[in-house]
């Protein structure tokens, strides 16, 4: 699997709560970094994937807004918002 990745600092990736493999491809300078993830189990036709990632991000990355619980409509959790990708991330 590769994600899009823009000066980010990854600490664990987990799949299903198993530690799995990864690794940076080439970097291109607009385009980002690829982040090339290996399941650690073989991944079967309508099975589910939760990935996790441990990261941080930089004032560098681009495209990332952060709310505070605040700003949010739970007024609970933060929140991070990538323009970049359609997936939403929630904490």
Sequence with gaps: QVLDTKD???FKVTVNGQDARY????????????????????LRRGQEAIVEISFASS??????QWFTPEQTSGKKHPFLFSQCQVEWIHF
């Design 8 to 10: 980010l600092q990854v």
């Design 23 to 42: 690794a940076f491809g080439e970097k291109h300078s607009f385009k980002g970094t690829p982040l090339e993830i290996t399941l650690p189990f073989e």
């Design 59 to 64: 004032p560098k990355s681009s495209a990332l």
